[in-house]
T-cell receptor, first 112, second 112 residues
Framework: DQQVKQNSPSLSVQEGRISILNCDYT??????FLWYKKYPAEGPTFLIS?????DKNEDGRFTVFLNKSAKHLSLHIVPSQPGDSAVYFC???????????FGTGTLLAVQP | ETGVTQSPTHLIKTRGQQVTLRCSSQ?????VSWYQQALGQGPQFIFQ?????ENGRGNFPPRFSGLQFPNYSSELNVNALELDDSALYLC???WGQGPEQYFGPGTRLTVT
């Protein structure tokens, strides 16, 4: 049972345009969500998080939107840059154990 | 500020052997979590250590065990290695019960 799903294995975007990465979840007990970026041969790098009590969080070029009724979140990157090309993972957690449940990732390719 | 470090980078073991992987947490962090990432998948939570005690465990058999030391560094031990244990093993550190976890570069384990 996959509680966090990223249904798009890959996404290609032109430099300067918006990248939108999507994530769906099934467990209504999740109370925080995070996005990580991963380059080959490196560990995931934390990008941005959002608490379940909010519907938007912004940090520079990165904005995360949370729609609790639809159990859906998205990461917007504006403007996209070639250095953003990486695998993006959505993760969710609940309670005090800090156990993160990850999606399977979306490979973003930003074309110059 | 020192980030999360892991050793070794790569490791090749034979089925049935035992392995120990090591992790040093980011300075100021007292919580360490371990994840297994198989090819094409998102990281899967193995367990977490907080103040030297196990604080949550994922769906992994008892042959996966761990330790956390007073300086908050940690070890992951896997006994009776199986071919399916071949994966990237990631360590992440965090402060207390905060949701944001910071990952090391991982150890690539190959079991032949």
């Amino acid at each position: 049972d996959q509680q966090v799903k990223q249904n798009s294995p890959s996404l290609s975007v032109q430099e300067g345009r918006i990248s939108i990465l999507n994530c769906d979840y099934t467990n209504s007990m999740f109370d925080y969500f995070l996005w990580y970026k991963k380059y080959p041969a490196e560990g995931p790098t934390f990008l941005i998080s959002i608490s379940s009590i909010k519907d938007k969080n912004e940090d520079g070029r990165f904005t995360v939107f949370l729609n609790k009724s639809a159990k859906h979140l998205s990461l917007h990157i504006v403007p996209s840059q070639p250095g953003d090309s990486a695998v993006y993972f959505c993760a969710a957690g609940a309670g005090a154990t800090n156990k993160l449940i990850f999606g399977t990732g979306t490979l973003l390719a930003v074309q110059p | 500020e020192t980030g999360v470090t892991q050793s070794p980078t790569h490791l090749i073991k034979t089925r049935g052997q035992q392995v120990t992987l090591r992790c040093s947490s980011q300075s100021g962090h007292n919580t360490v979590s371990w994840y297994q990432q198989a090819l094409g998948q998102g990281p899967q939570f193995i367990f977490q250590y907080y103040r030297e005690e196990e604080n949550g465990r994922g769906n992994f058999p008892p042959r996966f065990s761990g330790l956390q030391f007073p300086n908050y560094s940690s070890e992951l031990n896997v006994n009776a290695l199986e071919l399916d244990d071949s994966a990237l093993y990631l360590c992440a550190s965090s402060w207390g019960q905060g949701p944001e976890q910071y990952f090391g570069p991982g150890t690539r384990l190959t079991v032949t």
